[in-house]
C-alpha cells in the first residue's frame, strides 16, 4: 500500500508523541477519576436510603392519617344521634 503526500504528511512522528502521557501518569489520573466516581457513587447511594426511609415514614403518616379519619367520623356519628 502506497501513502499519498497527504496521507504521509499526517502520520505521528517520534516528535509528535513525546508530549503523550506515560503509563504511569495515566495510571494516576485513571486513579483520581476512580475515586471520583467512588465518592460520587457512595452519595448517591445515602440518597436513596434516605429516599426508602423518609417514604417509610411518610406511609406511616398516611396510616395513622387515614385511622383518625376513621376515628372523627365514628365520633361525628355518636354525637349527631
Known amino acids: 500500500m502506497t501513502l499519498t503526500p497527504e496521507q504521509f504528511d ?3 512522528l ?8 506515560t503509563k504511569k501518569e495515566m495510571d ?6 476512580m475515586d471520583v466516581l467512588d465518592h460520587v457513587v457512595h452519595k448517591l447511594d445515602n440518597i436513596q436510603n434516605e429516599f ?3 417514604q ?6 398516611q ?4 385511622n ?9 356519628l355518636k354525637t349527631a344521634s
Open 52 to 54: 426508602v426511609s423518609n
Open 10 to 12: 499526517k502520520l505521528a
Open 68 to 76: 383518625q379519619e376513621i376515628r372523627i367520623e365514628k365520633l361525628e
Open 28 to 33: 494516576v489520573k485513571f486513579e483520581a477519576v
Open 63 to 66: 396510616a395513622t392519617t387515614e
Open 14 to 21: 517520534k516528535e509528535d508523541l513525546k508530549d503523550f502521557y
Open 56 to 61: 417509610a415514614a411518610h406511609d406511616r403518616m
